[in-house]
């Protein structure tokens, strides 16, 4: 799909009553819970619009840590003296239902991996993680080069492979 674009979530401008994307939990958290959080600062919310209003699709994204012992051992080198490692978490990821199936998804998520990449090189993060909502979820970011890490539900992906990918675009 071509001219997406993303823009920060405006809970003052931004209509989202109708978006279902098949998750209510995800439905309600754009609808309840982006704009507290966003105020809080505990995540930055981005969104791809219709009309300049309406939410077709968006995503979060935190500063986050993992334990080192939770990575596998090829993407980290054990003389990490960190016991906690520094990591983006892309929160949430969600499409309305409508728009789904025409590359918002794909969008939505190669932006927030950009996102990540710049974030990185000012303040460090060894990787993204998400938490995939269902085994449909993990398929799509399986797709993207995600692992699942050991022992968890959680999927993580190398910051210093996204960069050589961005860079050469
Ligand atoms: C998962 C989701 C974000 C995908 O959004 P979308 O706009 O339909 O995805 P796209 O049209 O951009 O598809 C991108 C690619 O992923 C694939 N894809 C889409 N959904 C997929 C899924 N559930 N499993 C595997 N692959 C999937 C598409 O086939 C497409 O592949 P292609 O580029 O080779 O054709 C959307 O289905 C959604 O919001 N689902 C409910 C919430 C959810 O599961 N969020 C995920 C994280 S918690």
Do not use: W
Request: some cysteine; hydrophobic content about 40%.
């Amino acid at each position: 799909m071509k001219g997406l674009c993303s823009v920060g979530f405006d809970p003052e401008i931004h209509s989202r009553e109708s978006f279902a994307c098949g998750h209510s939990s995800l439905d309600n958290y754009i609808l309840r819970n982006a704009r507290d959080d966003q105020k809080e600062g505990l995540a930055r919310c981005y969104v791809v619009l219709e009309d300049d209003t309406r939410i077709l699709g968006f995503y979060t994204l935190s500063m986050s840590k993992i334990l080192k012992e939770d990575i596998p051992p090829e993407f980290l080198n054990r003389k990490v003296r960190y016991e906690d490692i520094p990591v983006i978490l892309l929160g949430r990821l969600a499409v309305d239902e409508k728009s789904q199936h025409r590359g918002i998804g794909k969008f939505l998520l190669v932006d927030a991996l950009k996102k990540s990449v710049e974030a990185s090189d000012r303040i460090g993060a060894r990787a993204v993680v998400v938490d995939p909502i269902d085994v449909r979820a993990m398929e799509f970011y399986s797709k993207y080069g995600f692992v699942l890490l050991p022992d968890s539900q959680r999927m993580f992906l190398p910051i210093k492979g996204l960069r050589n990918i961005f860079a050469g675009n």
